[in-house]
T-cell receptor, first 112, second 112 residues
Framework: SQELEQSPQSLIVQEGKNLTINCTSS?????LYWYKQKYGEGLIFLMM?????EEKSHEKITAKLDEKKQQSSLHITASQPSHAGIYLC????????????FGKGTKLSVKP | EAGVAQSPRYKIIEKRQSVAFWCNPI?????LYWYQQILGQGPKLLIQ????????DSQLPKDRFSAERLKGVDSTLKIQPAKLEDSAVYLC??????????FGQGTRLTVV
């Protein structure tokens, strides 16, 4: 079974709408990373969360890590076409530094 | 600063042929990673180097895949012989003192 589940698998929203992507782990997390990937390109680092209850924001994107450190959510406010892409969460389960287990990703499309 | 450089961007080979990918990490980054991303999946770590030593290669199919990082800088990943299921994007990433990894644009391999 998948250690890290992302939902939804894909999402289509109208420009200006808010949206949330979830990432649920079957094991306790040491850290949770969010990356964005555009088709045919590499991953772009968004945010890293380590402490239960932690919340970080960057421009219109906010990520939270729940108190029990097994779930994270990524929230985009007032979506724009530039937000389109694949959002990937990566879990640090305490292995070697930087060794992440990634979810399958959530494909976001934003309709103008 | 310059990002992680990978070449080639695209490669098409026949099954049973050999192929090699090259990665130049961000200057000064001690840790280098090779990930395999199959279409519709998240990246999967193949091998992690710390300088020129291997930290983790537990998911590297060693009967056909090999990787080296000479002098702790550039790295090459080789597949010999290739199978159809090796078709994927091969991502190289590097990290320094900061925890997050920086990814290259990847090499898209198609095995026919």
């Amino acid at each position: 079974s998948q250690e890290l589940e992302q939902s939804p698998q894909s999402l289509i929203v109208q420009e200006g709408k808010n949206l949330t992507i979830n990432c649920t782990s079957s094991k306790t997390l040491y850290g949770l990373y969010w990356y964005k990937q555009k088709y045919g390109e590499g991953l772009i680092f968004l945010m890293m969360l380590q402490k239960g209850g932690e919340e970080k924001s960057h421009e219109k994107i906010t990520a939270k890590l729940d108190e029990k450190k097994q779930q994270s959510s990524l929230h985009i406010t007032a979506s724009q076409p530039s937000h389109a892409g694949i959002y990937l969460c990566g879990a640090d389960y305490g292995g070697s530094q930087g060794n992440l287990i990634f979810g399958k990703g959530t494909k976001l499309s934003v309709k103008p | 600063e310059a990002g992680v450089a990978q070449s080639p961007r695209y490669k098409i080979i026949e099954k049973r042929q050999s192929v090699a990918f090259w990665c130049n990490p961000i200057s000064g980054h001690a840790t280098l990673y090779w990930y395999q991303q199959i279409l519709g999946q998240g990246p999967k770590l193949l091998i992690q180097f710390q300088n020129n030593g291997v930290v983790d290669d537990s998911q590297l199919p060693k009967d056909r895949f090999s990787a080296e990082r000479l002098k702790g800088v550039d790295s090459t990943l080789k597949i010999q012989p290739a199978k159809l299921e090796d078709s994927a994007v091969y991502l190289c990433a590097s990290s320094g003192m900061a925890v997050e990894a920086f990814f290259g644009q990847g090499t898209r391999l198609t095995v026919v």
